[in-house]
């Protein structure tokens, strides 16, 4: 399986916005939950938000409002828009998808399948 490929990272202010994208075959479509995770510069690589086949979601905290996850299965793309952002979303971006033996549990999913990672950098 490709591994599945991020974008739209990029540098921002404070309070503006980006909207990153996740694709790759089969990445949404063969798999019961995808999701975001961030990991800032010497911190662990934390859940940011997740979606399930059922089109449920679930939200970090820290970005519950400010974010919205979301995928198209026909294109088999994972988004995620990132509104207000903030000097502590500063991070590289993952997303991710959940596999049988994956290893890292969020929100009641199990992660194994990762993309490379797209930087985010939100000044003051």
């Known amino acids: 399986q490709v591994q599945p490929v991020e974008s739209g990272g990029g540098s921002v202010q404070a309070g503006g916005a980006l909207r990153l994208s996740c694709a790759g075959s089969g990445f949404t479509s063969s798999t019961h939950c995808v999701g975001w995770f961030r990991q800032a510069p010497g911190k662990f690589r934390k859940g940011v938000a997740r979606?399930?086949?059922?089109?449920?979601?679930y939200y970090a905290d820290s970005v519950n409002g400010r974010f919205t996850i979301s995928k198209d299965n026909a294109e088999n793309t994972l988004y995620l828009e990132m509104n207000s952002l903030e000097p502590d979303d500063t991070a590289m971006y993952y997303c991710?998808?959940?596999?049988?033996?994956?290893?890292?549990?969020?929100?009641?999913?199990?992660?194994?399948?990762w993309g490379q990672g797209t930087q985010v950098t939100v000044s003051s």
């Open positions: 991710a998808a959940a596999t049988t033996y994956g290893s890292v549990w969020y929100a009641g999913c199990r992660f194994g399948y």
């Open positions: 979606i399930d086949t059922t089109g449920d979601t």
